[in-house]
């Protein structure tokens, strides 16, 4: 019987946890409980980012691993947040059905586009593209969640424009398969390159979001909105 590596195993059970989390999202919406479905979310996020980043780092990358990754990412990113703003905001309203519903088909194609780049990707030479095509789907269900964060600061606007909320939530559905190129993370350096700045800052969001979690979110949100024109600026003069 052949054992088991923990090497190429770890990732895996990180993804899987992250898909715990994702459900777990859906049942907390399911009662009520959106502040601890969003919390689930967000813990869906951080598992998203530690499992590829330790799969690069253990050079462990499988085709398993990748397949995983893309379900548990639309569960986690696509179904859950979907479900919980339709549950929150809009109480079931046939408006917030066809807004949640239009989120979570969009999240899945572009789940299934970005495989699909990323197979022809393997067939190419050259350096990894440092530029998504469109918004990343966990960055999207941070977007959609805003307006649910807005109503715990004491700010209940959503619930007094649902036709608002769902045309956002429809454009971000729309910017998740758009060709709107925007900034990768998983670039091959860091541009913080000190250890003790990188210490340093992530102390600082670390202590943000355990004591100012919805603050912080919007904060992170409104600023990576920001960054998309200068993505496009950047990916124009590097086609040059």
């Known amino acids: 019987m052949k054992k088991l590596d923990l090497r190429v195993l770890l990732p895996n059970i990180i993804t899987l946890s992250g898909l715990s989390f994702g459900l777990s999202s859906i049942r907390f919406a399911l009662e009520s409980d959106f502040n601890l479905a969003i919390v689930c979310i967000l813990f869906a996020g951080l598992c998203d ?119 956002y939530i429809i454009l971000i559905s729309g910017l998740l398969v758009s060709r709107i190129p925007t900034f990768s993370i998983k670039r091959k350096q860091f541009l913080i390159q000190s250890k003790l700045a990188f210490l340093i800052l992530f102390s600082l969001i670390a202590l943000s979001m355990i004591n100012f979690l919805w603050i912080t979110i919007n904060v992170f949100a409104l600023v990576y909105l920001f960054t998309i024109p200068f993505s496009i600026l950047a990916w124009q003069s590097g086609s040059r």
Not at 86 to 96: E, H, T, V, W
Not at 140 to 162: C, K, Q, R
């Open 49 to 167: 980012v530690l499992d590829g980043m330790l799969a690069r780092h253990l050079q462990s990358e499988s085709d398993l691993g990748a397949q995983l990754d893309s379900l548990s990412d639309f569960l986690s990113f696509g179904i859950a947040p979907g479900l919980l703003i339709y549950m929150s905001i809009f109480n079931q309203a046939s408006i917030g059905a066809f807004a949640a519903l239009a989120f979570i088909i969009f999240s899945c194609l572009r789940l299934a586009l970005y495989n699909v780049r990323l197979e022809e990707s393997k067939t190419e030479d050259g350096e990894p593209d440092h530029f998504f095509s469109g918004i990343p789907t966990p960055v999207g269900a941070i977007l959609v969640i805003l307006p649910l964060t807005h109503s715990f600061m004491g700010y209940d606007w959503a619930y007094e424009n649902l036709n608002f909320v769902a045309g």
